[in-house]
């Protein structure tokens, strides 16, 4: 088995010759940071340079956040927020590292359900916090990508307006903008699944879930990238809109059983929403992140 310091190397290598690009190809995709909104923290964000990484951090891991409504966070943000100097995101909206705070997805893609930019609290803060907490030597570099209603047809390569292309570069942008020969991606945590628990797209969800597991591995060159799921939540069941959630559920869960070092945390047990039983509430997400954690322990810890 390759050791960390290897792996890292082979990565880097591997995504070069798969067309990860060098950082002046991506200036023009760049786009301005919008004007404060209710989706902004209440201090300005702190730029983050990971081409040098904080006393202590040899690696710079990084970790792609996708999904929708659920993984972009409705939870409510708590006041006071300190940033991390081993937590840092890439913003949605510029390309560019900031030491992370909650909402992770500010200012990004409007959502598919209201229109808004309303982001909150989602699972990755505390998944950070668990990783760095367990792990003093690495540095968390969380890259956001979830957009919220987005059906899973929004996450096959090669789709029209496809959020699963821009994960896919906004990962390339990451590992080249990181700390040379410390930085690797490792690891993909999802959660989506509400807008195709219908009756008509619900048959269509395993392979579609599946294909972008495999899509993801091959346009990044790791085969066995972990890949960590998370059911999305039971109380949706109560609403007429989503009749599928259970059949949802149980693909999310058999995942493990169809492709090797991939995960599903169950989160059947949180029942905590923001009040219209269809987005979990900060408490939830809070355990969710940490449940993110230790199922990635565990598949690593296999390997």
């Known amino acids: 088995m390759l050791n960390r310091r290897d792996f890292i190397h082979q990565t880097t290598v591997a995504l070069t010759l798969v067309g990860a ?3 002046s190809a991506f200036a023009a ?22 081409k040098t990484l904080p006393a202590g951090a040899n690696d710079l891991d990084l970790f792609l956040l996708m999904g929708q409504s659920n993984m972009k966070g409705r939870g409510e943000v708590p006041p006071g927020q300190q940033d991390n100097p ?3 995101m890439l913003h949605m909206r510029n390309d560019q590292w900031y030491f992370a705070r909650d909402p992770l997805h500010m200012a990004g893609v409007a959502d598919k359900i209201d229109g808004s930019s309303n982001a909150g609290v989602g ?16 540095m968390v570099g969380l890259i956001p990508c979830a957009v919220g209603g987005s059906k899973i047809a ?26 040379p020969g410390q930085t690797r991606i490792r690891a993909a945590l999802w959660l989506q699944g509400e807008s195709d628990s219908k009756q008509e797209t619900y048959e269509a969800y395993p392979a579609k879930l599946l294909k972008v597991v495999d899509t993801l591995r091959a346009d990044l060159a790791l085969p066995e990238l972990p890949f960590i799921a998370c059911t999305i939540g039971s109380f949706i069941a109560t609403k007429a809109a989503y ?5 949802i559920n149980n693909d999310l869960r058999a995942l493990p059983e169809h492709r090797p070092h991939t995960a599903c945390v169950d989160a059947h047990d949180l029942k905590g929403n923001i009040g219209d039983n269809l987005h979990y509430n900060t408490e ?3 355990a969710i992140g940490r449940r993110y954690a230790e199922k990635l322990f565990a598949l690593e810890a296999k390997k």
């Open 86 to 88: 081993r937590i840092v």
């Open 154 to 179: 929004l996450w096959q390569k090669g789709a029209p307006h496809s959020l699963y292309d821009e994960a896919v570069r906004r990962a390339k942008l990451a590992l080249a903008s990181g700390a």
């Open 123 to 138: 699972p990755g803060m505390s998944f950070a916090r668990a990783v760095v907490a367990r792990e003093p030597d690495v």
């Open 29 to 50: 995709r760049k786009k301005p940071v919008a004007a404060a909104s209710a989706a902004q923290p209440e201090t300005p964000l702190t730029p983050a340079n990971v």
């Open 21 to 23: 690009l060098p950082l």
């Open 243 to 247: 009749p599928r959630t259970k059949e």
């Open 284 to 286: 939830s997400q809070l």
